[in-house]
């Protein structure tokens, strides 16, 4: 089993920054594919972005050039850089785990995913 916990949630105005860590315990492995989800009131869970162990990214376009992963596999901890902000960006953001190996594509479904941690809120306001 692998153990994710995400922290650095918060409330920020519009144009603001983020950083979010999701730290991994348990059976985890630096070839793990990491991924961001986040889930806004009343709508489903969409994808953010995602890391392989290669370093490899991949991101939505709504988020595109503002959001930034990282990892550090001494850590077990994977990273989101949330900069200009927007209202939109209010969700839950959750961290996830595939033990897959990729090298040249990332998965982005939910389903895809086999651990999840419990989720940080971030409020952006205007």
């Known amino acids: 089993q692998v153990q994710l916990v995400e922290s650095g949630g918060g409330l920020v105005q519009a144009g603001g920054s983020l950083r979010l860590s999701c730290a991994a315990s348990?059976?985890?492995?630096?070839?793990?594919?990491m991924g961001w989800f986040r889930q806004a009131p009343g709508k489903e869970r969409e994808f953010v972005g995602a890391?392989?162990?290669?370093?490899?990214?991949a991101y939505a376009d709504s988020v595109k050039d503002r959001f930034t992963i990282s990892r550090d596999s001494a850590k077990n901890t994977v990273y989101l850089q949330m900069n200009s902000l927007k209202p939109e960006d209010t969700a839950v953001y959750y961290c996830?785990?595939?033990?897959?190996?990729?090298?040249?594509?990332?998965?982005?479904?939910?389903?895809?995913?086999?651990?999840w941690g419990q989720g940080t809120q971030v409020t952006v306001s205007s």
């Open positions: 996830a785990a595939d033990e897959r190996w990729y090298f040249n594509s990332l998965p982005k479904l939910p389903n895809e995913y086999n651990y």
């Open positions: 890391i392989s162990w290669t370093g490899i990214t």
């Open positions: 348990g059976r985890t492995s630096s070839r793990y594919a």
